[in-house]
């Protein structure tokens, strides 16, 4: 019944910019911490940013300043706005969904909601 569905990938090159969304159902994301992973081929998934119930957020190094992680509760909808965009930075993106009280500094193993990812990929 809990759906996560992303949508927004795409193929750009170097430098310019994607929108990803991820619309929930079956749960209502203002009572959810929600993160951004991605996956390359052959890598381990990584935390990207993530967003708070309140609207604090936490990026990681290698996107602070190009990506902007934000929420439209009453829509239900996730975003991700991804600019200045590198090479390095393809991968499958996913939405995720967690209750853990440590929120945006939760592990991967509490996300318990997950979307079914979309592509991007950021040709040089």
């Known amino acids: 019944q809990v759906q996560l569905v992303e949508s927004g990938g795409g193929s750009v090159q170097a430098g310019g910019s994607l929108r990803l969304s991820c619309v929930a159902s079956?749960?209502?994301?203002?009572?959810?911490?929600m993160g951004w992973f991605r996956q390359a081929p052959g890598k381990e998934r990584e935390g990207v940013t993530f967003?708070?119930?309140?609207?604090?957020?936490r990026y990681e190094d290698s996107v602070q300043g190009r990506f902007t992680i934000s929420k439209e509760d009453a829509k239900n909808i996730l975003y991700l706005q991804m600019n200045s965009l590198k090479p390095e930075d393809t991968a499958m993106y996913y939405c995720?969904?967690?209750?853990?009280?440590?929120?945006?500094?939760?592990?991967?193993?509490?996300?318990?909601?997950w979307g079914q990812g979309t592509q991007v990929t950021v040709s040089s």
């Open positions: 995720a969904a967690t209750l853990s009280p440590w929120c945006l500094w939760a592990p991967v193993g509490q996300y318990k909601h």
């Open positions: 967003i708070g119930r309140d609207g604090s957020t």
């Open positions: 079956g749960i209502t994301i203002s009572t959810y911490c």
